[in-house]
């Protein structure tokens, strides 16, 4: 069973690679922010309740968004592994995956990029709001916010409302202290594994990839 962690801060391309990992091993990505948003495009009590702390840039509280992984990761597609991308964020999160799992967590992989190439990243970013699409796209990737998603076709592109610059300097803020409690305390467990997300997403790939002895 392989259970994977990808941590990093908004930007850092976490869920691109732990999108492209999953594909690869066949074990399901589990991603805590397309939940969410998953929850409030269906207006559901859970969407609701987060959005509040989504929209500014916060935190949804540990409870919810700790229950929510828990249930999804207990589902059947998940008896082979899975990959996280989003999850855990505080140190609360992380003890109570860790119990969960019997501390069967096989890799952590961190993916570094400095706080300055985030904030442009990020500001570049649009994103398809299809489900079962969920592309992460550039700018110049479209002809326009209102055109079809060049993945999937359909016409439900957008910019994310907490990607947009005010806000991205709230979420990076919050994100940056909270992260180095994680790296710390998965170095200590030793199952740290640290990439440069500097690179572009193919070096970043198959970095990933030879570390994990897959290519
Ligand atoms: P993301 O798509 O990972 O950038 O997440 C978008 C937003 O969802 C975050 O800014 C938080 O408001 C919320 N969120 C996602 N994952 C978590 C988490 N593990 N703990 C708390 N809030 C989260």
Redesign the pocket.
Known sequence: MKNIIFLGL?GAGKGTQAKKLSDFMGIPMI????L?RFHLGNNTELGIE?NK??ST????PDDI?INMILHRIGEEDCSKGFILD?????LE?AESLQKAVNGNISSVIYIEVKEKELIKRLSDRVVCTSSGCNAILSKSDIKGIDSNCPICNEISLTQRQ?DLAEVVEN?LKTQIPLINQLVDYYKNREILITVDGQQNVDLVESEIKNILGLN
Not at 31 to 34: I, P, V, Y
């Open positions: 908004a991603s805590s922010g397309d969410f987060a702390y989504m840039g916060a935190l949804v968004t989003g999850f855990p964020r505080t999160q907490d979420r």
